[in-house]
């Protein structure tokens, strides 16, 4: 049902974890793929990857944080493709800042600002004359995170970035609607990757907690952002814009409960370290 044949898809961070997994999919189900990434190793070993199922496919080695390397890029695949139809704004970090409001550097903010919304904002407004080029039909995907829904201690500027980016999810979908073309966003909860190797931090006596804490008993896999990915490219979601799909097995609905170690419901923290070490 699923099917992307003809479509032209630029992935940003498209070399690893989230980025990867969204950019293979697309690729299985037809797409022509241009991936952006700006570490030069994971470029080299997606573009050996998808040779040979998506021989069409253009890896380009980019900083996506960068003005003129965007626009470069984009220029590159106005030329190549005549135009685009989906943009998946995978880029984003919290960049292992993580520390009270107060001892955030200017230089903290701007690494922080420079990867989790000014890279979505400069690859989306080069973008958008491509994807108008080749609309009706067009589709932005931004992820975002679960912490653009609630407040988290010590990476509040991380998460306003994440809150910014709901903000722009749907401003963009009143100014391209009228042209068919939609955005959305995902924003997941925490998902193992080589980023974030959630499972590695967890101490190993702590590791049978896990199918409590959230509802659907585990973290998040980059396959089910691949698969909300997929949903929100193709025709099955032709009437869907301007929202966020909570991809969070159940976290933000749990809202603060979980299930104690014999299994019952409970929002009162048991006391067992700080759940993932001693």
Not at 17 to 28: H, P
Request: aromatic share 6%; glycine share 10%; charged share 20%.
């Amino acid at each position: 049902m699923i099917d992307l044949r003809g479509k032209i898809a630029l992935v940003t961070g498209a070399g690893a974890g989230i980025g990867r997994a969204i950019t293979e999919a697309f690729a299985a189900a037809g797409a022509t793929i241009v991936a952006a990434e700006v570490i030069e190793s994971r470029a080299g070993e997606l573009r050996r990857a998808l040779e040979k199922s998506a021989p069409q496919c253009m890896v380009s080695v980019t900083d996506v944080r960068d003005r003129k390397a965007v626009e470069a890029l984009l220029a590159e695949v106005d030329g190549r493709f005549g135009g685009l139809d989906i943009l998946v704004n995978n880029v984003g970090d919290f960049c292992g800042i993580v520390k009270p409001l107060e001892q955030h550097t200017d230089e903290d903010i701007e690494t922080l600002y420079s990867i989790n919304l000014r890279s979505v904002l400069l690859v989306t407004r080069a973008a958008i004359p491509l994807l108008r080029k080749r609309a009706p039909g067009g589709s932005i995907i931004n992820l975002s995170s679960i912490e653009a829904f609630r407040g988290i201690p010590m990476t509040s500027v991380y998460s306003a970035f994440k809150h910014a980016l709901t903000g722009l999810t749907r401003c963009l979908a009143l100014e391209l609607g009228p042209a068919g073309i939609r955005v959305n966003a995902i924003a997941p909860e925490t998902t193992e990757t080589a980023q974030v190797p959630v499972s590695q931090m967890i101490a190993p006596q702590y590791r049978d907690h896990i199918a409590r804490w959230i509802p659907l008993g585990r973290f998040g896999k980059p396959e089910d952002a691949a698969g909300c990915a997929l949903f929100l490219a193709c025709e099955l979601s032709a009437w869907v814009t301007g929202t966020t799909i909570n991809l969070d097995g159940g976290a933000l609905a749990a809202g603060g409960w979980y299930r104690d170690p014999t299994g019952r419901w409970t929002s009162i923290p048991v006391i067992t370290g700080n759940g993932f070490n001693p």
